[in-house]
């Protein structure tokens, strides 16, 4: 495990952190937040120009050709610097849709930011796959997709739409267009553009595998995801904790410094503490899978401890700001926001432990 990015991955990282620094500001947020899409179309257009839309799909497509480690090396920078929503929903989309299908001929609209995947995989108050309503009718140039997913990131705006469906026993996952889906957003508190997207009998463009291996690749798209989300959450981990630093440095009680008190010492303390252990944990993960190891139980245990380590965090930098980190002009509120979001898709904790338990008693 290298926990140290390369030259090459520290450069790209300066890049990203460059970028964020210049253009991601607490006013430009808070605006974007009023726009329909949560992004400003000019920012879209150098996301878009700075190739971070194909970083992770591959050269023939107009991408970058670069892997999983890269991909989280660029999201751990989009966490950290709070990049909206919506532009690493694109980058997720697009690379799952290359991991399924590396000559897929939509990646190469999905690597200009021209077109956007979107996952649907929940269900209401559903997200294990037997349980799953949605369902795959006919064979061949025929079939059809019906049912309803929820929780759909981009939902409503997204061009094309990877879902996981049933077909008799088997979990299929299969490629279908936007025009064939209905959409109803929902109203989220961390302001992702999510939606109930229904099919009725929308048509399907590709199914990925085969009924056998659609549960394999479905299981490999999420651990894929995770993985992404991991690197997310210890940016923003890192954000926050530099943020809370930095202002108990400054702000005064009872005539001396905030970081003076040992209290504040030691919460600072656990909260780099829970940081670091967060980092390791994360990467330890992230480089596994990349390496092609889905063996073990790395994974699990990282996504149980991170999403409850940020969750915890951010609350100790909202409690050594006072008031300052409640209002809607400070950025530590969206990172907040992002740990309560980012730990209910990719990293609730009951499942993540469970997962943890039975590879250890198999």
């Known amino acids: 495990m290298r926990l140290t990015p390369t030259a090459e991955q520290q450069e790209l990282k300066d890049a990203v952190r460059r970028f964020c620094q210049e253009q991601v500001t607490p006013e430009r947020l808070a605006a974007w937040q009023k726009t329909p899409t949560g992004v400003d179309e000019s920012c879209w257009r150098m996301v878009a120009e700075l190739g971070w839309f194909g970083l992770g799909l ?14 989280a090396c660029v999201l751990e920078e989009c966490g950290r610097g709070l990049v909206p929503r919506r532009v690493i929903n694109a980058i997720r989309g697009g690379v799952a849709l290359a991991q399924l299908d590396m000559a897929n001929s939509h990646l190469a609209a999905a690597a200009r930011g021209e077109a956007i995947v979107t996952l649907a995989f929940d269900e209401e108050s559903v997200r294990v796959p037997s349980a799953y309503r949605t369902r795959v009718t006919g064979s061949g140039g025929g079939a059809r997709l019906t049912g309803e ?3 759909v990131p981009e939902g409503a705006d997204a061009h094309l739409h990877i879902i996981a469906a049933r077909e008799g026993s088997g979990v299929w996952l299969v490629l279908v267009s936007s025009e064939h889906a209905k959409a109803s957003p929902l109203r989220t508190f961390d302001g992702e553009r999510q939606a109930v997207v229904r099919y009725n009998g929308a048509p399907i463009m590709q199914r990925f595998g085969s009924a056998k291996q659609g549960m394999d690749a ?16 210890v940016g923003g981990m890192d954000a926050a904790l530099a943020m809370t630093v930095a202002y108990v440095k400054e702000r005064e009680q009872f005539g001396q410094k905030l970081a003076l008190f040992q209290a504040v010492q030691h919460q600072v ?19 596994r899978l990349a390496a092609g190891t889905t063996e073990g139980h790395e994974l699990a245990t990282a996504a149980a401890f991170v999403g409850q380590a940020f969750k915890r965090l951010t609350l100790s930098a909202h409690h050594l700001h ?23 898709r990719y990293a609730p904790e009951a499942s993540a432990l469970a997962d943890v338990a039975a590879q250890l008693l198999d």
């Open 269 to 287: 303390a656990d909260m780099a503490t829970a940081f670091t252990a967060s980092r390791h944990l994360a990467w330890q993960a992230i480089t």
């Open 218 to 233: 479905l299981l490999a798209i999420q651990r894929q995801q995770t993985a992404l989300a991991l690197a997310e959450m």
């Open 322 to 344: 006072g008031g300052a980190g409640y209002v809607i002009e400070h950025p530590l509120h969206y990172h907040a926001e992002r740990a309560q979001s980012l730990c209910i």
């Open 149 to 151: 997913k929820w929780y």
């Open 58 to 71: 591959p050269v023939s497509a107009g991408g970058s050709g670069l892997g999983l480690v890269e991909v």
